[in-house]
């Protein structure tokens, strides 16, 4: 059975740093392309930042470019998201999904993260509160 299981969320102070991983079982990483997402209270589910299935080539969105850095450990079977300057406004749910079709894959590389709809497995997700 395919599965994706979040951990490191927590709640931390503005400017602060948190670490999340995104394990798999049951199948492996390195044929899937993986994307970070997350809803906030009331908002739709974002796409931020999403990462090829060598690992190669990453993309984000504006709204956490520069402070966020994806990576993809396929020894490990993990895919992480460094989050650096964290801000009131990060605040969400955050969730990891993976994609083994090639034009997901492509979306991520030419465009940046793709669409939640685009993304068969997911996991259930890490709670991040910013809050001083």
């Known amino acids: 059975q395919l599965q994706l299981v979040e951990s490191g969320g927590g709640l931390v102070q503005p400017g602060g740093s948190l670490r999340l991983s995104c394990a798999a079982s049951?199948?492996?990483?390195?044929?899937?392309?993986v994307g970070w997402f997350r809803q906030a209270p009331g908002k739709e589910r974002e796409g931020i930042s999403c990462?090829?299935?060598?690992?190669?080539?990453?993309n984000y969105a504006d709204s956490v470019k520069g402070r966020f850095t994806i990576s993809k450990d396929n020894t490990k079977n993990t895919v992480y998201l460094q989050m650096n300057s964290l801000k009131p406004e990060d605040t969400a749910v955050y969730y990891c999904?993976?994609?083994?079709?090639?034009?997901?894959?492509?979306?991520?590389?030419?465009?940046?993260?793709?669409?939640?709809?685009?993304?068969?497995?997911w996991g259930q997700g890490t709670q991040v509160t910013v809050s001083s």
């Open positions: 999904a993976a994609s083994p079709r090639a034009t997901v894959q492509a979306f991520c590389i030419l465009t940046g993260p793709p669409p939640p709809g685009d993304f068969p497995s």
């Open positions: 049951g199948f492996t990483l390195d044929g899937y392309s």
């Open positions: 990462i090829s299935s060598t690992g190669g080539t990453r």
